[in-house]
T-cell receptor, first 115, second 113 residues
Framework: GAVVSQHPSRVICKSGTSVKIECRSLDFQATTMFWYRQFPKQSLMLMAT?????????EQGVEKDKFLINHASLTLSTLTVTSAHPEDSSFYICSASGTGSFTLHFGNGTRLTVT | QQQVKQSPQSLIVQKGGISIINCAYENTAFDYFPWYQQFPGKGPALLIA?????SEKKEGRFTISFNKSAKQFSLHIMDSQPGDSATYFCAASMRNSGYALNFGKGTSLLVTP
């Protein structure tokens, strides 16, 4: 149980274009989803907290207009990287917790490469 | 600001040995301490977790030891196997932040045959 699916697993895009990443909780309802970013051989850094039906809360230093988060349903959150640049190339990972749960389950990540 | 400090950065253990990874935190509001295992190109997978009201938790070959007064916790992997070679992250979270995880910097574990 508690499966989080993330799509796509890899994406390559040209500089200036936008990319959307989907995160789905497959077998539970996730009132809260979190988006993390991970650079090679580094730790996971929290980008934003996404609550169903409300605006996302962004961590300090994360541009909300660049990283658009939508949590439209209890099983789906999306992260859109707008006007991507090479420095946005990274591993983006979503995680979700069920209602009333403090256990986070992670997706398998999306490797974004901006050329 | 790293809220959870993890050591060592890398660790090499012989097959059958014990792997020990340590973490420390400052914020006493943290009330949930999980350990995650991550293989290259994959998302982290929950290994084991502990709340501060217990000092030890064991699941199979994995044990968390928790010292509330010292604000430290550690992961012990008994009878380490080559398949355990991965990066391990400790983390801490609290109710006030919706249990968003604050991760340590990670430990790269290599178990040699």
């Amino acid at each position: 149980g508690a499966v989080v699916s993330q799509h796509p697993s890899r994406v390559i895009c040209k500089s200036g274009t936008s990319v959307k990443i989907e995160c789905r909780s497959l077998d539970f309802q996730a009132t809260t989803m979190f988006w993390y970013r991970q650079f090679p051989k580094q730790s996971l850094m929290l980008m934003a907290t996404s609550n169903e039906g409300s605006k996302a809360t962004y961590e300090q230093g994360v541009e909300k207009d660049k990283f658009l988060i939508n949590h439209a349903s209890l099983t789906l959150s999306t992260l859109t990287v707008t006007s991507a640049h090479p420095e946005d190339s990274s591993f983006y990972i979503c995680s979700a917790s069920g209602t009333g749960s403090f256990t986070l389950h992670f997706g398998n990540g999306t490797r974004l490469t901006v050329t | 600001q790293q809220q959870v400090k993890q050591s060592p950065q890398s660790l090499i253990v012989q097959k059958g040995g014990i792997s020990i990874i340590n973490c420390a935190y400052e914020n006493t509001a943290f009330d949930y301490f999980p350990w995650y295992q991550q293989f290259p190109g994959k998302g982290p997978a929950l290994l084991i977790a502990i709340r501060p009201d217990v000092s030890e938790k064991k699941e199979g070959r994995f044990t968390i030891s928790f010292n509330k007064s010292a604000k430290q916790f550690s992961l012990h992997i008994m009878d380490s196997q080559p398949g355990d070679s991965a990066t391990y992250f400790c983390a801490a979270s609290m109710r006030n932040s919706g249990y968003a995880l604050n991760f340590g910097k990670g430990t790269s574990l290599l178990v040699t045959p």
